[in-house]
């Protein structure tokens, strides 16, 4: 079974700094997607960016990006010029490639980011 | 288009009853799943549906717990007897099936049971 993992219970980082996230994955596939979700105190859940495993080209939207590690199994989400409204609980996603049985979404535990002024 | 919407928002209820979540997927989106979200435990799969199927249903955690999907644009997830230890956040998520859009989550339901 596929596993994703999150070490960092919480980050903290200074406004116009950047950070960046852990995750590593577990997965005997070849093919699958990986997402970072972001949780602000409202509760909604947010798609921040996407990553097709297939790809090697590391995903980048706007101020956030990733290092996306295939052999690695490895999959970091890098914050630049972080802003208050960033501050927010971070999910680390995995999914299947093929749709079905494998459409659905695992989780990690999640990484609370603060974000100091 | 309006999101996924779920009902009611917040839900508070005594211990031995019925529970009822609803869930609205997006127009044309024909995955949906339900997740529980605890401090405990994360986000945990109960259930998904495609094309108003249930394909896996093994995050369930036991027969209290059921859902339907009648038809594509309405989902429920039912608690009989609801149980202190249900008290969570429920979401309701929807994709097209091969989830290149994306996964569209519902803001929610805030389960309370005292």
């Known amino acids: 079974a596929q596993t994703v993992t999150q070490s960092q219970p919480e980050m903290s980082v200074q406004e116009a700094e950047t950070v960046t996230l852990s995750c590593t994955y577990d997965t005997s596939e070849s093919d699958y997607y990986l997402f970072w979700y972001k949780q602000p105190p409202s509760r909604q859940m947010i798609l921040v960016i996407r990553q097709e495993a297939y790809k090697q080209q590391n995903a980048t939207e706007n101020r956030f990006s990733v290092n996306f590690q295939k052999a690695a199994k490895s999959f970091s989400l890098k914050i630049s010029d972080s802003q208050l409204g960033d501050a927010a609980m971070y999910f680390c996603?995995?999914?299947?490639?093929?749709?079905?049985?494998?459409?659905?979404?695992?989780f990690g535990t999640g990484t609370l980011l603060a974000v100091q002024p | 288009d309006a999101g996924v919407i779920q009902s009611p928002r917040h839900e508070v209820t005594e211990m031995g009853q019925e529970v009822t979540l609803r869930c609205k997927p997006i127009?044309?989106?024909?995955?949906l799943f339900w997740y529980r979200q605890t401090m405990m435990r994360g986000l945990e799969l109960l259930i998904y549906?495609?094309?108003?199927?249930?394909?896996?249903d093994s995050g369930m955690p036991e027969d209290r717990f059921s859902a339907k999907m009648p038809n594509a644009s309405f989902s429920t997830l039912k608690i009989q007897p609801s149980e202190p230890r249900d008290s969570a956040v429920y979401f309701c998520a929807s994709t097209s099936t091969d989830g290149l859009g994306g996964y569209t989550f519902g803001s929610g339901t805030r389960l309370t049971v005292v």
């Open positions: 549906f495609n094309n108003n199927v249930p394909i896996d």
């Open positions: 996603a995995y999914r299947g490639y093929y749709g079905g049985a494998t459409n659905k979404l695992i």
């Open positions: 127009s044309g989106h024909n995955s």
